[in-house]
Structure formats: C-alpha cells, structure tokens
C-alpha cells in the first residue's frame, strides 16, 4: 500500500477544527500553568512549613513522572471522586497543572534573585508582605522569567497531542478519526505533523518578538 | 488507600519498570548516535549538511514526539517498513532524542574558545585531529549535565509507547486504573517506580559530571 495524498481535501476540514481545538487548548493551559506557576511558586516560598513541605514533595513528583500517566491520574481520578469533567476540561487541567509546576521552579528562582532591597523598601512605604510581594517583587521576577517560561508554552503545545489519549478530539484525535475512515495513517499523520510544526514557528516567532521588547523595556 | 491492592500489582508494576528501563537505555544510545551525527552535521563545513542538521533538529524538536512515534508505527507499513511497537518505540523516541542532544553536543563544541583549535592547526593537527584530540575531550566534560537533562526527559518519554501498545510502566498503571478504578493508587505505584528511575540516572550522572570536571 503506498501512499495517496488525495484523500486528504475530504477530510480536511475536521483536521481544521482539530486544529482550533489543539490551539485552544495550548492557550488556555498556557494561561492556567502561567498564574499556576505563580501561586505554586509562592505556596513553595512563603506558605508556613506544614503546608509547604508537602506541597513541595507533591511538585517533585509531578516533575519526576510522565506528563501522560498525570493525565490519567487527572481524568480517571477526578471521576472517582464524583467530579464528571468532561475530558476536554480535565486535559486542560492536567496540562496546565503539570506545566505550572514547571513555572513555578522558574519563578522561584525568580523571586529569590529580586533584590532583597525590593522588597524591604515595599515594607518601609508601609505596604504589607502580601501586597508587597504582589504589587512589587513578582512583577520584576515574572519579567525576568518570561523568555524560559516562552519555553515551557512551546514545549505545551507539543505536549497536547497527549490529551487526545484521553479522548479529547484535538489535532492528533482528528487525524486519528480521519485515519479510522481512510486507513491511511502515514498521509493524515504527517499532515498533522505539518500542522504543529507550523503552530510551533508561529509561536516562536511570537517568542522572538516579546523577547525583544523585554530587552529594549530594560 | 488501598494498600492490600497495591501490595498485589506491584510485581506486575517492577517487571514493567524493568522495560522502561531497558527502553530508556536502547533510546539514549540511538539518541547519542543521532545526536552525535546531528551535530557534526550542524558544525560541518558542507553546506547542505548543515542544512540537513538544521532542517533534522527543527523539524523533530517541532513536532509532537507522539505523532512521530504514530508515523513510524502506524505510518511505516504503507513505506515499506514494518517494525514492532517495541522496535518502533526504541527508533522513534531516539530519533527524537537525538535532536534535542544534537543541539546540547553542538553547544558544548562551539563553546570551546576558538584559540584552541587554532593553536592545534598551528601546531599542525589536521583539522580532524585538532576535533578528537583537542575540542572534543574539553566538550565532553562540558555536554555531562545538559545531556543528563535531555536523559531525564527521555526516561519520561517512553512513557509515550504507551499509546502503541508497549507493556511499560504507564500502559501498565493506566490498564489497572482501568480495572481496578484506584487511579491514585496505580498512579503512586508507578510514580514512584519512575522517581527511582529518575533519581537513581540523575545522581549517575552528578558522579560522572564530577569524575570529569578537572580542578
């Protein structure tokens, strides 16, 4: 059986749609992971040591295990526990939270390199420790992490042809339906591929660009 | 927590472990290879292999590693090849590898001061013994950690060969998810397995790291 790439036209517009759904999904993981990041990175610096300490024993854990064995746990676990997300909703969660934790190990880092200075001439204009790690010493650390978290976003979006495991009918689900039709893998398989890889310029091109306007902003 | 359970899988649990072992170790020496090859293409003075390193990394770093594990397995038949999933795995997570090694060995090469290879060629060193015997030796001590970081990542992507149906570590936690309806459980067992793994390789590599670093 060798290859035929006619039968691609008819079946294109449901790789479209998987396509909106992969973009989809990237974003709204991306945003997730990216406030994720910052709450979990400030759990793991501030929170009293008995919340912290496991806090941070389940963030290795995540770090140290398979992306595609957390999305089962995610899917099937929250099932158990009577929550019937549907599986779109429950990739997003288990790529956001997987990439947050992530993020959050870049932004410590973050944190702790702003300048101690920062943060006790907050204190001193009278703003409390909260406000002053909101309003003063994440935004300067945000800053300084976006272009390895720009990373992580890129690294996501490969990532998400994981969730189509789980059933959600993203671009390699779609091409999985259209494959189921035809039996024509090869073809709609590396249309697929064609698809991410072009995603994935189009992101580093946007990378590209907000990198030069953070360096020019400083 | 149902431990009576957990203590009744586990064998099945280590003996997958076990394969995702020997896949981790199959894929990285194909991922040295690739790497390896991928960066002398990169650094080479022909300009179509240079392009031909460009096009591999950019290509393979920028797509899923999923649907090029799919392309192989399910794909290769219709081309000509036919492997099993095991094999298909092995050869598509290390080819995949490889790309991201080519771009590790490739900087720790052009990180060596460029003085060193012109004081080799002064010396008359061709321009092949001035790479074996002068740059590679201080690269290598270079490329330990970050390769130690692509190896970590590609101990959890073999996790992908799940989705082709080889009887790993996750294919086995999500077949007992499956039957037992203990997701944490199973995926305790398993993580647990793969923090082993990781952590064992990462302190492998710290050893190394160090018994090369010359102070």
Known sequence: MGLDFTVIPKYFDIILLGCAYTIGITVAAAILSFFGGIVFAVIALYAPWIIRQPFRMVAWMFMGTPLLLQLFLIYFGLVQVGIDLPAVVAGIIGLGLHFAVYNSELIQTAILSVDKGQMEAARTLGLSRSEALRKVVIPQAVRAVIPPISNNMIALLKDSALVSVIGVSELTLSAQRAIGATYRPFEFYLLAAAFYYVINLGMEWVQRRIERRISISR | ?215
């Open chain 2, 1 to 215: 927590m149902d431990f009576e359970l957990m203590l009744k899988v586990y064998p099945f649990f280590l003996e997958a472990a076990w394969i995702t072992i020997v896949l981790s170790v199959l894929t990285a020496i194909l991922g040295l290879i690739c790497g390896t090859l991928g960066a002398f293409a990169r650094l080479s003075r022909f300009a179509v292999l240079r392009f031909l390193g460009a096009a591999y990394v950019s290509v393979f770093r920028g797509t899923p590693a999923l649907i090029q594990l799919f392309i192989l397995y399910f794909g290769g038949p219709q081309i000509g090849i036919q492997l099993d999933a095991f094999e298909a795995g092995v050869i598509g997570l290390g080819i995949n590898a490889g790309a991201y090694m080519t771009e590790t060995i490739r900087g720790a090469v052009i990180s060596i001061d460029k003085g060193q290879r012109e004081a080799a060629r002064t010396l008359g060193l061709s321009q092949w013994q001035a790479m074996y015997k002068v740059i590679l030796p201080q690269a290598a001590r270079l490329m330990v950690r970050p390769l130690g970081v692509n190896l970590n990542m590609l101990i959890k992507a073999t996790a992908l060969v799940a989705a082709i149906s080889v009887v790993e570590l996750t294919y086995t936690a999500q077949r007992y998810i499956g039957s037992t309806y203990k997701p944490f459980e199973m995926f305790l067992l398993a993580g647990i397995l793969y923090m082993i793994i990781i952590y064992v390789t990462g302190r492998g590599v710290a050893w190394l790291d160090r018994k090369v670093q010359i102070t």
